[in-house]
């Protein structure tokens, strides 16, 4: 059974530890079976209250003080511990903040539900991805040792037989390496592995604890999440080479060829789990001067590139003042904008069916299409740029990455042979940071994704709460824990996705109008193009 789901397991009786549990005694704090309740009061010695176990949830245990053995029904708030009314009267707690220890209940546990919900749906499954990628590196291992002995032992072949000792010396020093390399991954796996044991002892031990609902057990609580959010160092392998030199048998050691070290480091990688903020929080506003604002893009932290209705596209600070204003190269309005990793603005131009960037002033044609029209696309993290297009007659969409101006794929069909888009121009795009290719296509009402090689993951049309069509998706982005966001145009509002399209969270408390653009920053801040007000909105939402 998954360790995650074994909390629930049939509660059974306590007595017969066989049947399902149907009634609790509240003063012997028992849980009984409907055949074990009569053996139970048959015990005239004790007092009983026996009451269905469904009632016994909604009547939480009072602690005994330790020190009188009455019923504690304060809590100091100062000490950190529930306290009876001798506790109180002895003057120990003289000053202190006392509150009643059922609301003092109710609050640990709601962090304990927020708690165990983080570590089931957010820490729990990033560990196990930690523990799932060390296969890939394994599997990578093998992969390169292969081709690497494979160099040597064909570089050996072309040496007379003299050399086959240092043939068979290098090979032994690959094994070596190798072994040592995968030593470094088990020791690594198996840390992970202990943490994830760990997280998921935590989620057992709280659901534990909730099930009980004893305030003894509920106020000696303690959160290990922020803790457990720090995910472990990611292992940094540098793997070795190997090097080879024209025959010399002069020099045949030397000139044999050598294998470079092998280099094992581990790098933080900065994964720390980022929770969401229950309210969102607007930073600022930078007016932009379009009359429809379409794009929003951050070179920086402190810098944005828009276009909008206008023949220019133009760059901010974070103060509202203009940097720089660049005319497209047809003088035509451009479609979308976005920014390379290396810092340079690309722009698409659906009256020329170009993609062009900006490189030191100099705007150069990257893409030109025939039969297709380019509309939006992104930049991705290999540097390859993904770009939405529509056919000549309107009938055909689909994404098309390119290296430079080489076309490398195009995804346009699903398993099935259906198309994967619409035949709307409105698509826009982005990489996320496990490698899918998320769609926003307005005219399906839905937010498509597929993975690197094409294959349908999943589609979200709007929250089930909402009107079925009423979805109305523009802007699209993604942030560091793979979280997709989109803007709701026609409702105001930005929909926060996670990476396999389960709703999380509406951010539609920052006054938003006709939200159309969306970036984040490598700081998570959430920028939002409003397309009606020509502003864009800055937003903290984790």
Request: charged share 25%; hydrophobic share 30%.
């Amino acid at each position: 059974m998954d360790p995650r789901y074994s909390g629930q397991d049939i509660l059974r009786c306590d007595l017969c530890v066989t049947n399902a549990v149907q009634s609790h005694c509240e003063l012997c704090h028992v849980n009984l079976c409907k055949a074990c309740v009569g053996e139970h009061l048959s015990d005239f010695i004790k007092k009983h209250r026996v009451i269905s176990y469904i009632e016994r949830t909604s009547m939480p245990t009072y602690p005994t003080c330790p020190k009188h053995s009455k019923n504690c029904e304060l809590y100091c708030e100062e000490c950190d511990i529930p306290v009876c009314s001798t506790c109180i009267s002895s003057g120990n707690h003289k000053g202190h903040h006392l509150s009643d220890v059922l609301q003092k209940l109710i609050s640990k546990t709601r962090d304990m539900e927020k708690d165990l919900k983080e570590l089931e749906t957010k820490i729990f499954p990033k560990y196990e991805e930690i523990a799932s990628s060390m296969k890939t590196k394994k599997d990578n291992l093998e992969t390169h040792y292969t081709k690497l002995t494979t160099a040597v032992t064909k570089h050996g072949e072309d040496w007379h037989r003299e050399i086959n000792i240092i043939v068979n010396k290098q090979k032994s020093d690959i094994d070596d390496m190798k072994t040592k390399h995968l030593a470094a991954l088990n020791k690594e796996e198996n840390e992970i592995k202990h943490i994830t044991a760990e997280v998921n002892q935590c989620i057992l031990d709280l659901k534990k604890m909730l099930d009980a609902n004893d305030v003894s057990l509920t106020s000696a609580y303690k959160s290990r999440n922020a803790e457990l959010r720090h995910l472990p160092p990611d292992l940094n392998v540098s793997f070795p080479t190997f090097s080879t030199h024209q025959i010399n048998k002069e020099k045949l050691h030397q000139m044999f060829g050598s294998l470079s070290s092998l280099s094992i480091t581990r790098e933080e990688c900065g994964n720390t789990i980022k929770p969401l903020l229950d309210d969102p929080e607007f930073i600022t506003t930078i007016d932009t001067g379009y009359k429809l604002l379409y794009s929003v893009s951050c070179p920086s932290d402190v810098e944005i590139w828009t276009c909008g209705d206008s023949k220019s596209m133009k760059l901010y600070n974070l103060k509202g003042k203009l940097l720089k204003p660049i005319k497209t190269k047809s003088r035509n309005k451009p479609s979308h904008i976005a920014v390379t990793r290396s810092g340079d603005l690309v722009y698409t131009d659906p009256h020329t069916r170009t993609v062009n960037i900006v490189k030191n002033k100099q705007i150069q044609e990257v893409i030109r299409l025939q039969g297709w029209t380019p509309y939006n696309f992104c930049s991705t993290s290999s540097g390859d740029l993904l770009v939405t297009m529509v056919s000549d007659d309107n009938k055909q969409s689909k994404v098309v990455r390119y290296s430079g101006s080489t076309e490398k794929k195009s995804i346009q069909f699903d398993s099935e042979g259906k198309p994967l888009y619409s035949s709307g121009d409105l698509k826009y795009i982005c990489e996320n940071r496990n490698l899918d290719i998320c769609v926003a296509d307005n005219s399906a009402r839905a937010v498509v994704v597929v993975n690197q090689a094409g294959k349908l993951r999943f589609r979200y049309t709007g929250h089930p709460s909402t009107t079925t069509g009423s979805y109305d998706p523009y802007g699209i982005t993604t942030d560091s824990q793979s979280q997709i966001l989109t803007a709701d145009w026609d409702n105001h509002c930005i929909h926060i996705l996670d990476q396999d399209g389960q709703f999380l969270r509406y951010i539609d408390n920052c006054d938003l109008q006709y939200p159309w653009g969306l970036c984040v920053d490598n700081s998570d801040n959430l920028f939002v193009a409003e397309n009606t007000t020509g502003k864009v909105k800055k937003i903290k939402y984790m």
